[in-house]
């Protein structure tokens, strides 16, 4: 039952036009976040493995509704671009020549956008397959405003880097981090944060003030082959309410940095893909992968990342 609700779910957040250009479509393009030339690098046997995979549940549970262990073709879809859009916007950064060099606006742009088009999707399916969960159970619909606001957000977001495109144009960002590790690593992520205090508690955003615009930080794991793993983090500069975590991070050395990095994904988001051994070790602190962090005290936030400190789990180095 809740495999056909979620193909329920998948067939009425179906679109009629191209959220890039406008233009009516029909057949969607399968769209990667993480670039395909990137996921197999980390897979294995042409799977890739998500944190959902840490859940206490049956393998079938696990392989069905959350999508733990999807193939290559299946990771990080999204479907709300068509085939021409995705081919003329995101052709350029999806290739090993250009990961490998230092990120320009450009890249940050399509990043971003990638993401926001990315999450605006899952949270539009999650959106509907919530309420489609809520009339099986009990007759009615269910609306989750928190949800509408959050696609509202990314969904200006997402408006501002078209619009720059349209006018032949990239968004200006601040760079946290642009680093090119001399090594591969055993995970892939593109996914964006929002952050209700920086990395040493200091208070960014009310995350329960739904009338304030929110922006976010992205950040960029990309593993390009056996010797070489790009990494970066940046925001619109447009968000100077981020630039406390950029000072920060400035303070930081590379180790401390990267450390950091792995806390703020283990602790903020499952958007990202990995290896069966970075599974294996997340089971370890699953209390602490992805919990709900904006219901933390800043006193709670900073134990969990003292706590994760001591677990020595660090996502780079697994």
Excluded at 50 to 66: C, F, G, R, W
Excluded at 82 to 102: A, Q
Excluded at 106 to 119: N, P, R, V
Aim: hydrophobic share 35%; net charge neutral; charged share 25%.
């Amino acid at each position: 039952m809740a495999h056909e609700l979620h193909k329920k779910a998948a067939s009425q957040i179906k679109g009629e036009k191209c959220y890039i250009c406008g233009k009516k479509c029909t057949s969607f393009c399968d769209s990667h976040s993480i670039p395909k030339f990137i996921l197999k690098n980390i897979a294995e046997s042409g799977h890739v493995y998500l944190p959902t995979a840490t859940k206490n549940q049956d393998i079938e549970v696990l392989k069905k509704i959350y999508k733990s262990f999807p193939g290559i073709n299946e990771a990080q879809l999204f479907k709300n671009i068509c085939r021409d859009c995705d081919n003329k916007v995101f052709n350029s950064i999806e290739n090993v020549d250009t990961t490998l060099k230092p990120f320009t606006n450009k890249e940050y742009s399509l990043y971003a956008l990638k993401i926001l088009l990315h999450d605006i999707y899952i949270k539009e399916y999650c959106c509907c397959l919530d309420s489609l969960n809520h009339l099986e159970l009990t007759g009615h619909g269910s609306i989750h405003f928190d949800w509408l606001a959050d696609i509202k957000d990314m969904a200006g977001n997402a408006n501002y880097y078209i619009d720059a495109l349209e006018n032949h144009a990239y968004v200006n960002h601040n760079v946290v981090l642009d680093v090119v590790l001399e090594k591969k690593v055993n995970f892939a992520c593109v996914t964006k944060l929002l952050l209700g205090q920086s990395y040493t508690g200091k208070p960014i955003y009310d995350l329960y003030d739904y009338g304030v615009p929110f922006g976010f930080v992205y950040v960029l794991v990309l593993p390009i082959d056996d010797n070489h793993t790009k990494i970066s983090m940046f925001y619109r500069k447009k968000h100077k309410i981020y630039n406390v975590l950029k000072n920060e991070f400035d303070d930081m050395t590379l180790e401390d940095k990267l450390q950091a990095i792995s806390n703020l994904i283990i602790m903020h988001t499952e958007d990202f893909t990995c290896t069966k051994r970075v599974i294996d070790k997340l089971r370890k602190i699953r209390k602490i992968v992805s919990e709900e962090v904006s219901e933390f005290s800043i006193e709670e936030y900073l134990q969990r990342i003292k706590k994760l400190n001591e677990s020595k789990i660090n996502l780079f180095n697994i």
